[in-house]
């Protein structure tokens, strides 16, 4: 049974950081992607990084390259995605995610990232960033 745990989630001030951890059980993740999505108040999920358990190939959102990084620990089954200079529009439910396959390079990770590709998904971790 595939289980996709986050935690790390809170609340923090303009230029900020948080890390978030998605912890996964009940498969081999070298066979997948894992992803953090997020989904705003009236917006749809959209996402934020992923990378390969293939070959570590990642892919970023425009809108957080150069302040969130996504690394993977294969011997703790965990990946985390740790956020800095967090603005008040980083706000929302950072959702953890799995896509079944070998994803290997680029342009098939930057083809994968996105809700629709996605085949398991965690419960949610609230981010809000306010003064």
């Known amino acids: 049974q595939v289980q996709l745990v986050e935690s790390g989630g809170g609340l923090v001030r303009p230029g900020g950081s948080l890390r978030l951890s998605c912890a996964f059980s009940?498969?081999?993740?070298?066979?997948?992607?894992i992803g953090w999505f997020r989904q705003a108040p009236g917006k749809e999920r959209e996402g934020v990084s992923c990378i390969s358990g293939t070959d570590g190939t990642t892919y970023y959102v425009e809108s957080v390259k150069g302040r969130f990084t996504i690394s993977r620990d294969p011997a703790k089954n965990t990946v985390y995605l740790q956020m800095n200079s967090l603005k008040p529009e980083d706000t929302a439910v950072y959702y953890c995610?799995?896509?079944?396959?070998?994803?290997?390079?680029?342009?098939?990770?930057?083809?994968?990232?996105?809700?629709?590709?996605?085949?398991?998904w965690g419960q949610g971790a609230q981010v809000t960033v306010s003064s």
């Open positions: 009940g498969f081999t993740s070298g066979s997948y992607a």
């Open positions: 995610s799995a896509a079944r396959g070998y994803f290997v390079g680029q342009y098939e990770m930057d083809s994968v990232c996105y809700a629709r590709s996605q085949d398991y």
